[in-house]
T-cell receptor, first 113, second 115 residues
Framework: GAVVSQHPSRVICKSGTSVKIECRSLDFQATTMFWYRQFPKQSLMLMATSNEGSKATYEQGVEKDKFLINHASLTLSTLTVTSAHPEDSSFYIC?????????FGPGTRLTVT | AQSVAQPEDQVNVAEGNPLTVKCTYSVSGNPYLFWYVQYPNRGLQFLLKYITGDNLVKGSYGFEAEFNKSQTSFHLKKPSALVSDSALYFCAVSYPYNQGGKLIFGQGTELSVKP
């Protein structure tokens, strides 16, 4: 089956620093990937749609200068949280399209101290 | 606006009993509907989907869901619950209406199955 990985699985950073999260499709190519954010025991909130070779499409209310998305290859999308603050602490999940299905990564737990 | 609602934050069931996790939707047109399961600190796993055709959809791990257009519902069911079914369940609608479109999720329902 199609597998999506995320790295790192957990990251702790200091307030004001930037953190990069990678989302990889391991055995397929994905022209479209999605980034979600999830608070404890809450639903997934779509942040942006990542399109290979073009700019990401951000959902309303998501700051594109704060959450930088790069989809430079057909197997990798990255989310960079710039100038992180404690309120950015969350569980970030990516998904990738393959044969009209969405496959989800295992998530990245970000803690900003 | 397109939306998905899961009216129950938590469902408690005894092992061996049938379970139902409710989902209703509010979308225009004919929706594509999905159920996903999430275990603690993990990503989402696909359970089943409704695109078109038979209203009763069978999915992974013995789960099934019934699409009811008149009631705009897509409840998840299983005839006999297992303790290992305890997890967080999400109903979702794909929008635009294609299988590769972005997903709009319900709030999630925490299922607890006790021995």
């Amino acid at each position: 089956g199609a597998v999506v990985s995320q790295h790192p699985s957990r990251v702790i950073c200091k307030s004001g620093t930037s953190v990069k999260i990678e989302c990889r499709s391991l055995d397929f190519q994905a022209t479209t990937m999605f980034w979600y954010r999830q608070f404890p025991k809450q639903s997934l909130m779509l942040m942006a749609t990542s399109n290979e070779g073009s700019k990401a499409t951000y959902e309303q209310g998501v700051e594109k200068d704060k959450f930088l998305i790069n989809h430079a290859s057909l197997t990798l999308s990255t989310l960079t949280v710039t100038s992180a603050h404690p309120e950015d602490s969350s569980f970030y999940i990516c998904s990738a399209n393959h044969q009209d299905e969405q496959y989800f990564g295992p998530g990245t737990r970000l803690t900003v101290t | 606006a397109q939306s998905v609602a899961q009216p129950e934050d938590q469902v408690n069931v005894a092992e061996g009993n049938p379970l139902t996790v409710k989902c209703t939707y509010s979308v225009s047109g004919n929706p594509y509907l999905f159920w996903y399961v999430q275990y603690p600190n993990r990503g989402l796993q696909f359970l089943l989907k409704y695109i078109t055709g038979d209203n009763l959809v069978k999915g992974s791990y013995g789960f099934e869901a019934e699409f009811n257009k008149s009631q705009t519902s897509f409840h998840l069911k299983k005839p006999s619950a297992l303790v290992s079914d305890s997890a967080l369940y999400f109903c979702a609608v794909s929008y635009p209406y294609n299988q590769g479109g972005k997903l709009i999720f319900g709030q999630g329902t925490e299922l607890s199955v006790k021995p």
